[in-house]
């Protein structure tokens, strides 16, 4: 039990996973301050002809323990997602293959020997780089690599087969192209198991949506709705935290949850926060949710990637077009006439919605269907990432230095762009360093962190108890 009073800033994964962390540790003192008038962040979920629809984040994966411990906890279900589909062209013929066969390059024994060889150095690598954050080295070398290009980082290690499912894990998931985001970034997100999972299937969706799973998760919160923070002070032992509608409220520590880009007028321009918070990129991310006639390709297709529009060259159009609300097979529903919902990914660049729209209904014709009703864009901003000067001058490593100095914590949702699972495993470790007040290079910390991240490499065993109850078999 802690009697520590927190507030934290941003009611999105992040900050609800970090208070019911709080609330399972013993500390129930928590407000949770929320510019915008719903829980969520970019987790959205609209509901449409009597069924939830995903209009951002989607999906839960393999490995992700945490997050199918809490579905189990307030009986969620969910649903295995039938196998992503790539679009290939053969001449004027179209047909879509697995992403484990458009990685691969082929199913032969040898393409699948060369993917194991691959899968195995990319753990070697990734693992120099998890010890690398652990110990917040300032290798100028590693940070230099850090600093390039995921694209040209996968191709200076000659991962051709990781790139390819780079492609559709980075760039159509909304996080930047292969040719601009840096490997820093990429390497936070991707780790192994995410491959595993996404070459083998093991993909599923908390059938009630993203959105209100976060509603179940926080249903015993303090969340304070429309709430923008303006400053966060440290004063006398205490942190004050001023809202732009000019309430104060005096806290023991304060958990940031919101981008860091965001979140930098909250500190004095010469503070580390503002500096690196200068030094942050984002971009915008659409997505259209939309109705059609026909049936695309085969009809059923669940998701189908578009990998000829991954490069930057093809900004605007769509990246991925996923049927959703339906939880029965695609050929099942237009045999009875029901009607078919699908939402496309795009990144929006300068272009108006009319242009989305077009490049939209382009590919739709290509595949077979035909546009009926376009119901809803979405406009996000995403992409959070650091320029290079900043990871090359340690920047990244200082702010990670600096977490808990002053009672002040930074979720890593708020430092860069990260999957649900992610922000899950850092946040259990910030949170046990804020309740005993250790701050994470402490060495107790350094050791627990170590575990929590090393064993979340594969986490094929435990994993399996927990959406075993819940999951959804048609």
């Known amino acids: 039990m802690s009697d520590k009073r927190i507030i934290i800033i941003g009611a999105g994964p992040a900050g609800i996973s970090a208070a019911k962390f709080l609330s399972e540790q013993g500390a129930h003192n928590v407000t949770l301050l929320e510019a915008g008038d719903r829980p969520g962040g970019k987790c959205t979920s609209v509901n449409y002809g009597g069924l939830w629809h995903e209009l951002a984040t989607s999906y839960s994966a393999w490995g992700y323990n945490t997050l199918h411990r809490w579905f189990n906890q ?77 694209g040209e980082w996968l191709d200076f290690y000659q991962l051709d087969i990781v790139k390819r499912f780079a492609g559709r894990a980075i760039v159509s998931a909304g996080y930047g192209y292969l040719e601009t ?33 976060l509603r179940a998760f926080s249903w015993d919160q303090d969340i304070r709705y429309n709430k923008p923070v303006k400053q966060v002070l440290h004063e006398n032992g205490c942190v004050r935290v001023v809202c732009e509608d000019g309430e104060e409220l005096i806290c023991d520590d304060v958990i940031v949850a919101c981008p860091l880009s965001q979140a930098k007028s909250f500190f004095p321009e010469t503070s580390v926060q503002y500096k690196l918070g200068s030094a942050m990129n ?40 996923r049927r959703t609300g339906n939880k029965i097979p695609a050929k099942a529903v237009n045999a009875d006439g029901n009607e078919e919902y699908y939402v496309s990914y795009h990144y929006k660049s300068d272009l ?67 999957s649900v699972d992610n922000i899950m495993d850092q946040n259990e470790e910030l949170v046990h360093s804020l309740l005993d007040g250790n701050k994470p290079h402490h060495s107790e910390s350094k050791n627990r962190i170590y575990w929590i991240k090393l064993s979340r490499l594969f986490k094929p065993i435990t994993f399996i108890r927990y959406w075993r109850k819940t999951q959804i078999n048609i």
């Open 181 to 213: 985001v840096p490997a820093l970034h990429c390497l936070r997100w991707l780790r192994p198991s995410i491959i595993i999972a996404g070459l083998f299937g093991q993909v599923w969706e908390p059938v009630p949506g993203f959105e209100n799973a």
């Open 352 to 418: 108006t919605e009319e242009k989305l729209t077009e490049y939209l209904n382009e590919a739709i014709i290509e595949l077979g269907g035909q546009l009926e009703t376009v119901l809803e864009i979405r406009q996000f901003n995403y992409m959070q990432t650091y320029d290079k000067q900043a990871i090359t001058s340690g920047l990244v490593q200082k702010l990670n230095q600096q977490q808990g100095e002053q009672h002040i914590w930074f979720s890593t949702a708020s430092m860069s762009f990260e």
């Open 282 to 321: 984002s971009h915008q991310y659409a997505t259209i949710f939309f109705k059609i006639k026909g049936r695309l390709l085969d009809g059923d297709n669940e998701t189908i990637g578009l990998p000829d529009n991954f490069p930057l060259s093809q900004a605007g159009k769509p990246l991925v077009i």
């Open 74 to 150: 307030h009986a969620i279900a969910v649903y295995k997602v039938k196998p992503l589909r790539m679009l290939v062209k053969s001449g004027n013929k179209l047909a879509t293959v697995t992403l484990k066969e458009y990685a691969l390059g082929g199913l032969t024994i040898q393409h699948k020997r060369r993917a194991i060889s691959q899968l195995f150095k990319f753990q070697r690598l990734w693992l120099r780089f998890f010890f690398h954050e652990l110990r917040g080295s300032k290798n100028t070398d590693i940070n230099q690599k850090l600093a390039m290009p995921f």
